[in-house]
C-alpha cells in the first residue's frame, strides 16, 4: 500500500497548520474521514434520507436497505456468524454500558466477580463500577507489570469460579499492545464466564476475527476507523443477546404494545429504539469497504512499520521516556519529554503543524500505575508517511530546545 497516495483520499489532511502542512497523529482519539466516506453520506441525505424499518415509500426502502446493508458489512468486516449479532450503538462506550447494563447487571449477583486491568478506558471501567455497585459483584483486578502489561498466568489466577465477565481492552489506547484475547475468552470460559473485549483501538488496525478470539461481546467505534462519529457497534453472540432486555425503550424497538405492557422485537432490533444513527450506519458501512479494498493486513503492517521507524528515532532524543514494551506495538507510542508538561509538548508541536493527544487519556489507573500525571501520545494511520514521522520527530527536538531555554 501507498499511504501517500492514500492521504490524498483524506481533504482534511490537504490543509497547513501554523504554515506548515498538517501531520496529523491523533487517530487513535478519532480517526479522518476519505472522500469515499463523505461522499456516502453526502449521497445519503442528497438522495436517499428517510426514517428506516417505517415508511413504505421509496426513499424509506432505500434507507432502511442501506442500513441492513451496513449490519451485514459489519458482521462479515468482524466475522460474525450473523448481521443479527451487530447491534449498532452511538460508540464503544455506549456498547459497553449496554453490556454492562444489560448482561452484568442481571448475571451478577453479591459476590461474584468482574475481572479485568487497571489497563482499561474508563469507557471499560466504570460501567463495570456502576455493575459492582447495583449488585454487590466484586472487581477484580489482573496485577500489572511494572511497563503496564499483564501475564497470561495472573489472568489464570485472578479469574475464579465466582466470576462472571472478565473484560479487556484488545489493544490498549496507552501502550498500544495487544492483550491475549484468544487465551482469556479460553480461560474465562473454563470458569462459565463471558469474555467482553474493548475493540475500539484494534479494529482500526488488525483484522478481527470474533469467531477466531471466541469472544462473546465485542466493541467498536465507528470513528476510529474512517467513519463518522455518533456510531459504533456491539457484537454478541446470538444466544447472549437474545436473553438480554433492552435498555432503551420506544419506537421500532417493540412488537406488540399493550396498556400495561409491551413486548419486544427480536436481537438486534430491540436494542436500537427510536430513530436510529443512519447515516453513521451508510458512512461505516463505506469506511469498512475502503478499509478492506486496502486491505487489513497491509494496514496493520504499514502501521507497525511506522510505529517502529517513528521509535527508533524517539529513542535516540535524550530524556524521552516512551511507556510500554516495544513488541508487538500496534498504530501508537505514548511518551513524556524530559520534565515538560504534557500538554506543553502537545502545545509547542501544534505550533509545528503536528497533532496529538496529551494527557491522562481516559485512562487515570494506568497513569496512576505508570506513577505519572499525563503522557503525549502520537498515533499513527494508513495515511500517515513517514514524513509525518520526520516532521514529529524534528518538532520534538524543537519543543526539547524550547524549553531548555
Ligand atoms: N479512546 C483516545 O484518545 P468512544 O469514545 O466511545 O468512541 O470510545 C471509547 C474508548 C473505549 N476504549 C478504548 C480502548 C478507547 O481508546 C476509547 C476511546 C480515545 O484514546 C478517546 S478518549
Known sequence: MNAAEIRELFPILGQRVHNYPLVYLDSAASA???IQVIEAVRQYYECDNANVHRGVHTLGIRA??????SRVAVAHFIGASSEREIVFTR???TALNLVASSYAQTVCGEGDEIVLSEMEHHSNL?????????????????PLQSDGTFSIEDVEKTVTNRTKVVTVSHVSNVLGIANPVKQMADIAHKKGAVLVVDGAQSAPHLKVDVRELDCDFY???GHKMCAPTGIGVLYGRKALLEQMEPIEFGGEMMDHVGLQKAT?????WKFEGGTPIIAGAIGLRMAIRFLEQIGLDEIAEHDRQLTRYAEEQMREIDQLTIYGPSDGRVGLITFNLDQVHAHDVATVLDTYGVAIRSGHHCCQLLMRHLDVGSTARASFYLY???ADVDQLLFALKKTKEYFKE
Not at 64 to 69: D, S
Not at 126 to 142: C, E, F, M, R, S
Not at 264 to 268: F, H, I, L, V
Open 126 to 142: 466504570i460501567p463495570w463500577q456502576q455493575v459492582a455497585k447495583a449488585t454487590g459483584a466484586v472487581l477484580k483486578y489482573i
Open 32 to 34: 479522518q474521514k476519505p
Open 219 to 221: 466493541v467498536i467505534s
Open 64 to 69: 432502511t436497505e442501506a442500513y441492513e446493508e
Open 264 to 268: 419486544w422485537k427480536e436481537a438486534p
Open 384 to 386: 500517515n508517511t513517514e
Open 91 to 93: 460508540g464503544a462506550t
